[in-house]
């Protein structure tokens, strides 16, 4: 596609819940990343997927996040038994050289 | 480890007067610096970028950014601002590509008519 497109664009979710992110990244981008955005902080890096290697998963706060991508492309982030800490944008990026191309994100609330 | 410092949280100027944003980094070798900017409900954008060569280095809606080996910054500068650059901006430094992107706090500017 043209951009990075993420859904769902808002996610209101019960404590407790599992919830899963969206993520497509533009086409023959190699490089995906995961990113948190909190209210009032910076960006809080969480997961990245090169190509066919290992993810670098060294920003996952908890065991309760994950992430896959499929087929080199889609990705999805992965949240168990959601927690009102975990409320905030997610935000997904791709790159094929330097310089992301960020999503829009996802606003997660956890009520 | 890399590290982003962004001195200032808010920052408020007049339309049309000048703005220097400020960003010192850390990190050992000869880093990626990257300028974002992020407007209410959006994504974020690239302005600019530094991998080497030329240590002025202009980007995109008029900003440029220089880099200072000497003093670990790479502040972002406009001329003249608009009532438009209003937003959030981030300043993002990396290692040789594929690494992740260590992000500062953001600043927040506005624009004062």
């Given at each position: 596609g043209a951009g990075v497109s993420q859904s769902p664009s808002n996610k209101v979710t019960e404590k407790g819940k599992d919830v899963e992110l969206r993520c497509d990244p533009i086409s023959g981008h190699t490089a995906l990343y995961w990113y948190r955005q909190s209210l009032g902080q910076g960006l809080e890096f969480l997961i990245y997927f090169q190509?066919?290697?290992?993810?670098?998963?060294?920003?996952?706060?908890?065991?309760r996040f994950s992430a896959e991508r499929t087929g080199g492309s889609v990705s999805t982030l992965t949240i168990q038994r959601?927690?009102?800490?975990?409320s905030a944008v997610y935000l997904c990026a791709s790159s094929l050289t330097y310089g992301y191309t960020f999503g829009s994100g996802t606003r997660l609330t956890v009520v | 480890a890399q590290s982003v410092t962004q001195p200032d949280i808010h920052i408020t100027v007049s339309e049309g007067a000048s703005l220097e944003l400020r960003c010192n980094y850390s990190y050992g070798a000869t880093p990626y610096l990257f300028w974002y900017v992020q407007s209410p409900g959006q994504g974020l954008q690239l302005l600019l970028k530094y991998f080497?060569?030329?240590?002025l280095v202009q980007g995109i809606k008029g900003f440029e950014a220089e880099f200072k080996r000497s003093q670990s910054s790479f502040n972002l500068r406009k001329p003249s601002v608009h009532w438009s650059d209003a937003a959030e901006y981030f300043c993002a430094v990396g290692a040789e590509y594929g690494n992740k992107l260590v992000f500062g706090a953001g600043t927040i500017l506005r624009v004062k008519s």
């Open positions: 190509g066919n290697s290992a993810p670098d998963k060294s920003g996952l706060p908890s065991d959601t927690q009102q800490e975990d | 080497s060569g030329d240590t």
